[in-house]
């Protein structure tokens, strides 16, 4: 049974703190869009900013990418979606609602009582029929077949296009990689579950060539680097686990495929898919486009088509779960305390300063303070209310560490720091604030 509790008191958090909004709200929102605020866009760019150090960053051997999102028609056929990029898709003659026929299992009639579609005497679904899930658009100012593109539904082949162009201007041989951050459309039948499945989101993907034969030593070695990436943001491990794609669930690409699942309060499902793909994608862009893709390894004076080991995760889907990760509700001195557990380094604020009260000068030196800190990474300023509900306040916010000048700081440049998890206070001087922060942050 889903926890809706928790994932609705996420999603109202969410909302009233300015982490995610609904796209268009004020004219009634529109459908699986969602807007980041202020403390969610920094969230999200701390999580695209960890994947972008871990993949690029702190290796000799992957090189970065930004392609764009609108590709030539045929990169699509190429890639297979166009013909296959579908979803069964059914209709309710009565009621207008449309499910996915591989889903109706987890659907909801939207008649009341809420029943699955299909088990009120008045549905009337149609058979299933293909959908296909990328958006279209045109190019130019006639709306005409021949103008039809796409935006992209996966940020991969903008890496596979663009592979020797990267190989020619990087010096890299392979193996190597290349990696990059990306927005992605898809036009999913039953979006949802907040900004788990949505139609408009980024990708975070790597595409890694190797020699054939040498794919599935690599596919292990990108399994483990993964799944340790997740542990190192702070996911609760008991609830990272694999999902092995069986014959009949791999992808037309795939020659093996290996989910990274977390247990969201809605059942267990995918963040991140680890695929080797084998030469399907070289060889199909090699076949539409007429241009050789082959690469020339000059050691071993032999010529062959990489074959691609592709680690894909969801920048939005990575954040909601470490939203659902860090919640959590204590009781604390009769009242309820609302808990963002980040971890520092992914944390959208790293520090709140707070003076105790608003005289003595204690304002002006915690504003001095403030100002330094800002410069150092993320600080957030609050002045108004009792000192208890602006600890709380920055809880919620996943704030790690509060400081607080009071009347010891004006006589010994002392400052409170309160720690968010274990609600404790050591004694920091004010002149090592920064220090002290910058060195729990990584
Ligand atoms: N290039 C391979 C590929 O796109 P995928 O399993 O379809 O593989 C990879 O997607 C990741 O992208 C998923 O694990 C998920 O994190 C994210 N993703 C896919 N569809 C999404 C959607 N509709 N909303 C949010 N994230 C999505």
């Known amino acids: ?34 807007d980041y605020g202020p403390l969610g866009v920094e969230l999200k760019k701390n999580v695209k900013d960890r994947w972008w150090r871990a993949m690029v960053h702190e290796r000799d051997d992957i090189e970065g990418l930004d392609a764009a999102i609108l590709m030539h028609p045929k990169v699509w056929e190429a890639s297979g979606h166009v013909a296959g990029f579908s979803d069964p898709l059914v209709d309710c003659k009565t009621c207008k609602a449309r499910f996915r026929a ?214 939005d889907r990575v954040t909601l779960t470490l939203l659902v990760d860090a919640y959590r509700e204590e009781q604390v001195e009769g009242e309820t305390r609302v808990v963002l557990g980040f971890h520092p380094a992914i944390a959208p604020i790293k520090a709140a300063v707070l003076p105790l009260v608003k005289k003595d000068g204690m304002p002006e030196l915690a504003d001095r303070i403030y100002h330094d800190m800002k410069r150092a990474f993320p600080t957030f300023y609050d002045d108004s209310g009792a000192i208890g509900r602006r600890y709380r306040r920055m809880d919620e916010a996943g704030t790690p560490w509060c400081c607080t000048v009071d009347g010891q700081t004006l006589q010994d440049g002392t400052v409170t720091i309160r720690e968010r998890d274990t609600m404790t206070q050591v004694r920091v001087h004010q002149d090592q604030l920064v220090t002290w922060i910058r060195g729990r942050l990584s």
């Open 1 to 34: 049974m889903a926890d809706t509790t928790l994932m609705d008191k996420l999603v109202s958090l969410c909302k009233r703190r300015g982490f995610v909004f609904q796209s268009s709200e004020v004219y009634g929102g529109l459908g699986s869009v969602w």
């Open 102 to 315: 591989d889903k109706i299992q987890d659907a909801q009639c939207p008649q009341k009582p809420s029943k699955k579609p299909g088990e009120h005497t008045t549905c009337e679904l149609t058979e299933p029929r293909m959908f296909n899930l990328m958006f279209k658009t045109f190019m130019g100012p006639v709306e005409e077949q021949a103008a039809v593109i796409y935006l992209r539904p996966e940020t991969a082949q903008g890496i596979y296009v663009n592979y020797q162009n990267v190989l020619n201007s990087s010096r890299q041989k392979v193996p190597f990689g290349i990696a990059q951050i990306g927005k992605a459309f898809r036009n999913e039948i039953t979006p949802g579950n907040f900004i788990f499945r949505t139609r408009e989101f980024e990708q975070m993907e790597m595409q890694f060539f190797v020699k054939p034969g040498t794919d599935m030593e690599w596919f292990e070695r990108w399994r483990a680097a993964r799944m340790e990436w997740h542990h190192s943001i702070g996911l609760t491990k008991g609830k990272l686990r694999w999902h092995e794609h069986g014959p009949g669930e791999l992808a037309h690409y795939a020659r093996a495929a290996y989910d990274i699942e977390y247990q969201f309060p809605f059942g267990w499902n995918e963040i991140e898919g680890i695929h080797n793909r084998g030469d399907f994608d070289l060889g199909r862009h090699q076949e539409y486009s007429g241009k050789k893709l082959e690469y020339f390894d000059q050691a071993a004076n032999e010529r062959y088509l990489p074959f691609i080991v592709e680690t894909s995760a969801g920048a």
